[in-house]
Nanobody
């Protein structure tokens, strides 16, 4: 499975961004797909995930502001981020999990939120 993110950029606090992650390869084998982020000097953290069945899960930091969705026809998931805050500044990476011994990461996309 290959994952390619896009949609990052520099915005002002309160703005919105939508991050697409396009999957290719054995996409039907993906059981869980979503987003992590890592800010400078910080640990990587899970942001939002969606399962094959369509169940979603969000980190507390994004609840009420972030929404993960998918377009199966395009093999693409989206992270809609609203009311962005400076603390949302990070590299956002798409992650796909197939099984314990098989997962994939995208190259990451930078999101910078200025106050």
């Amino acid at each position: 499975v290959q994952l390619v993110e896009s949609g990052g950029g520099s915005v002002q606090a309160g703005d919105s961004l939508r991050l697409p992650c396009a999957a290719s390869g054995s996409t039907l084998s993906i059981n869980l797909i979503g987003w992590h982020r890592q800010a400078p000097g910080e640990r990587r953290e899970a942001v939002a995930f969606i399962t094959r069945a369509g169940n979603t899960n969000y980190a507390d930091s994004g609840k009420g502001r972030f929404t993960i969705s998918r377009d199966n026809a395009k093999n693409t998931i989206y992270l809609q981020m609203n009311s962005l805050k400076p603390e949302d500044t990070a590299v956002y990476s798409c992650y796909g999990w197939v099984r314990p011994t098989e997962d994939s990461w995208g190259q990451g996309t930078q999101v910078t939120v200025s106050s």
